[in-house]
Nanobody
Framework: VQLQASGGGLVQAGGSLRLSCEAS????????MGWFRQAPGKEREFVAA???????TEYADSVKGRFTISRDNVKSTYLQMNTLKPEDTAVYYC?????????????????WGQGTQVTVSS
């Protein structure tokens, strides 16, 4: 499974970015998808996840109301990030898994993208 994340960059506080994740897997439609982030010196943390058909989502408390996860039925997952804050600065990773049970933990996913840097200046 290959996942390619893109869309990161440098933005001022209050701005927006849209991350994309393209999956080169035939089983994309039956995969749950998630976004995680990791800041320097910190552990990788859950950001958002979306179910197979896109009808079920979950967000970390820190991003609720600001970030929106979505997906199509072909190969892409998105993370729309609005009202960005300096504390959102991190490398963002997309991941693919099979089960919603542990989808808020890194261990709940078996495939990871390479990450895309998001930097929010104050």
């Amino acid at each position: 499974v290959q996942l390619q994340a893109s869309g990161g960059g440098l933005v001022q506080a209050g701005g927006s970015l849209r991350l994309s994740c393209e999956a080169s897997i035939r089983t994309f439609s039956i995969r749950i998808m998630g976004w995680f982030r990791q800041a320097p010196g910190k552990e990788r943390e859950f950001v958002a996840a979306i179910g197979r058909r896109g009808g079920v989502t979950e967000y970390a408390d820190s991003v609720k109301g600001r970030f929106t996860i979505s997906r199509d039925n072909v190969k892409s997952t998105y993370l729309q990030m609005n009202t960005l804050k300096p504390e959102d600065t991190a490398v963002y990773y997309c991941a693919a898994g099979y089960d919603r049970t542990d989808w808020s933990r890194p261990g709940g996913y078996d495939s990871w993208g390479q990450g895309t840097q998001v930097t929010v200046s104050s």
